[in-house]
């Protein structure tokens, strides 16, 4: 058991440091002058992944909404240039594995 909280940890703590890297500023997709579209898959993105920090609290029912919500956008992401797509496919199943990791969690117990 304290096996699988130190590795949560270590989930979260990376999930989180990606989370305000990409909130910073400084990933390549976030340049100002950015298209309309890339808009529209981001808020999706920045809102599926914000929920990392607190991904521990959700119920069962929550977390495969998140995963399934993360499984729709992936196909949008994959439409953008090669740069902008790496980095966000990246970004997105990490934030999938955690969702997915605290799902089996809490359904093993």
């Known amino acids: 058991m304290n096996k699988d909280l ?3 940890t270590v989930i979260l703590v ?3 440091a990606s989370v305000a890297f ?3 500023g400084n990933a390549p997709f976030l340049a100002p002058g950015s298209a309309h579209a890339q808009d529209d898959w ?3 993105f920045d809102s599926i992944c914000a929920k990392t920090q607190e991904a521990d609290t959700f119920s069962p029912q929550e977390l495969k909404e998140l995963i399934g919500r993360c499984d729709a956008l992936k196909p949008r992401i994959e439409k953008l240039e090669e740069s902008q ?7 997105l199943q990490l934030c999938r594995n955690l969702f997915d ?3 089996q969690s809490k359904e093993n117990n």
């Open 14 to 16: 990376i999930v989180m």
């Open 42 to 44: 981001r808020k999706e």
């Open 85 to 91: 797509r790496k980095v966000a496919l990246k970004r």
């Open 101 to 103: 990791y605290v799902l």
């Open 6 to 8: 130190c590795r949560t």
């Open 22 to 24: 990409l909130l910073s």
